[in-house]
């Protein structure tokens, strides 16, 4: 009985050592196995996915990028630089020559020129526009199609000069909300209703919209009451255009990606001037609007770091430009 006591510890240490070594070998070989997983996961996060990505700039170029004096390469390297897909680009004439088409073949991209000195470019095919040209058709691929809308508003009378007592195109002086609401609405409100009668259908058809443009007119989102109190703004003042816009179902996709207007003004207008200079008065009044889509970022492209997002200097234009980055599902034409 000793004897038989004597061996079977020796017996079963060496068995547990085996089986450890056998469990061992199990555990390694399944570890590596979801090691690879998540590893092929993490570099592929959308290898099951079909969502699309692209850039959408919005470019007032500045009497067809010569009136900052630099050459024309310099616009094209403006949106080379914002990596955009699609450009909704506005001044794009230089006399009666349309620059925007000379970008577009410098870019290799389609281009349709919309008339009133705007154009839209895009490295996706522009498949086709509603009946005044305010917006086309871009097909992204043989199952994803957006549509996108370009507009440049009257720049005169302007509010913001208006309310700051600025001399401005002979427009008058004024001081409250209220009046800068008429004023505008006298600027601009029969063209962003003239937009809007084919913008709302796009709006209804189902599928991503997109808008872009220099509307010569403040968002209502950053003349709130809160800028108001920070001393930024004369009164707070519920700008109609971008309401608008708003109404009719998109929404401002710089500020989606900035709530914050205090902290992130995102000012596009003007770098032509500093930002303390009594007779002018800096604001953000280019835009990239959308629906059906994600917004995944959004930034200021201009001359320097204190001001933009993404630099080039020198900066070609007297407006910064805006590029938001947007995802989308494709949808089925409706």
């Given at each position: 009985?000793?004897?038989?006591?004597?061996?079977?510890?020796?017996?079963?240490?060496?068995?547990?050592?085996?089986?450890?070594?056998?469990?061992?070998?199990?555990?390694?070989?399944?570890?590596?196995?979801?090691?690879?997983?998540?590893?092929?996961?993490?570099?592929?996060?959308?290898?099951?996915?079909?969502?699309?990505?692209?850039?959408?700039?919005?470019?007032?170029?500045?009497?067809?990028?010569?009136?900052?004096?630099?050459?024309?390469?310099?616009?094209?390297?403006?949106?080379?630089?914002?990596?955009?897909?699609?450009?909704?680009?506005?001044?794009?004439?230089?006399?009666?020559?349309?620059?925007?088409?000379?970008?577009?073949?410098?870019?290799?991209?389609?281009?349709?020129?919309?008339?009133?000195?705007?154009?839209?470019?895009?490295?996706?095919?522009?498949?086709?526009?509603?009946?005044?040209?305010?917006?086309?058709?871009?097909?992204?691929?043989?199952?994803?199609?957006?549509h996108m809308f370009n507009v440049h508003f009257a720049a005169s009378p302007y509010q913001p000069y208006q309310l700051k007592n600025i001399p401005y195109g002979n427009a008058p002086?004024?001081?409250?909300?209220?009046?800068?609401?008429?004023?505008?609405?006298?600027?601009?409100?029969?063209?962003?209703?003239?937009?809007?009668?084919?913008?709302?259908?796009?709006?209804?058809?189902?599928?991503?919209?997109?808008?872009?443009?220099?509307?010569?007119?403040?968002?209502?989102?950053?003349?709130?009451?809160?800028?108001?109190?920070?001393?930024?703004?004369?009164?707070?003042?519920?700008?109609?255009?971008?309401?608008?816009?708003?109404a009719a179902g998109l929404f401002d996709t710089y500020r989606q990606a900035h709530p914050d207007p205090i902290t992130q003004p995102g000012h596009t207008w003007t770098n032509t001037?500093?930002?303390?200079?009594?007779?002018?008065?800096?604001?953000?009044?280019?835009?990239?609007?959308?629906?059906?889509?994600?917004?995944?970022?959004?930034?200021?492209?201009?001359?320097?770091?204190?001001?933009?997002?993404?630099?080039?200097?020198?900066?070609?234009?007297?407006?910064?430009?805006?590029?938001?980055?947007?995802?989308?599902?494709?949808?089925?034409?409706?």
């Amino acid at each position: 009985m000793r004897s038989e006591s004597k061996s079977n510890p020796k017996f079963n240490l060496f068995q547990f050592f085996l089986d450890f070594y056998r469990l061992r070998q199990i555990m390694m070989k399944h570890a590596f196995t979801l090691l690879l997983t998540i590893s092929t996961l993490l570099i592929t996060p959308n290898a099951q996915s079909n969502e699309i990505q692209i850039r959408v700039m919005t470019f007032n170029i500045w009497v067809g990028g010569s009136q900052g004096g630099q050459p024309l390469e310099r616009t094209v390297e403006a949106i080379q630089v914002a990596r955009a897909d699609i450009v909704g680009m506005q001044e794009t004439h230089v006399g009666k020559v349309d620059q925007s088409q000379r970008i577009a073949e410098i870019l290799g991209w389609h281009h349709l020129q919309q008339g009133d000195r705007t154009a839209v470019l895009s490295r996706y095919p522009i498949v086709g526009s509603t009946p005044h040209k305010w917006g086309v058709t871009i097909e992204l691929s043989d199952k994803a199609k957006l549509h996108m809308f370009n507009v440049h508003f009257a720049a005169s009378p302007y509010q913001p000069y208006q309310l700051k007592n600025i001399p401005y195109g002979n427009a008058p002086f004024i001081q409250t909300s209220e009046q800068a609401v008429e004023w505008a609405n006298k600027a601009r409100g029969a063209q962003v209703g003239r937009m809007l009668t084919e913008l709302v259908p796009a709006i209804a058809s189902n599928q991503p919209v997109l808008l872009t443009g220099d509307f010569n007119e403040p968002s209502f989102q950053d003349w709130t009451e809160g800028v108001w109190k920070r001393d930024r703004i004369p009164v707070p003042v519920n700008f109609p255009a971008t309401s608008r816009v708003v109404a009719a179902g998109l929404f401002d996709t710089y500020r989606q990606a900035h709530p914050d207007p205090i902290t992130q003004p995102g000012h596009t207008w003007t770098n032509t001037s500093s930002s303390d200079d009594p007779n002018d008065f800096h604001d953000r009044i280019d835009f990239v609007f959308a629906c059906g889509v994600n917004v995944l970022s959004s930034q200021v492209v201009g001359e320097n770091k204190s001001q933009a997002d993404i630099v080039l200097s020198p900066w070609p234009s007297d407006h910064r430009a805006v590029i938001s980055t947007v995802s989308m599902l494709p949808r089925s034409s409706q």
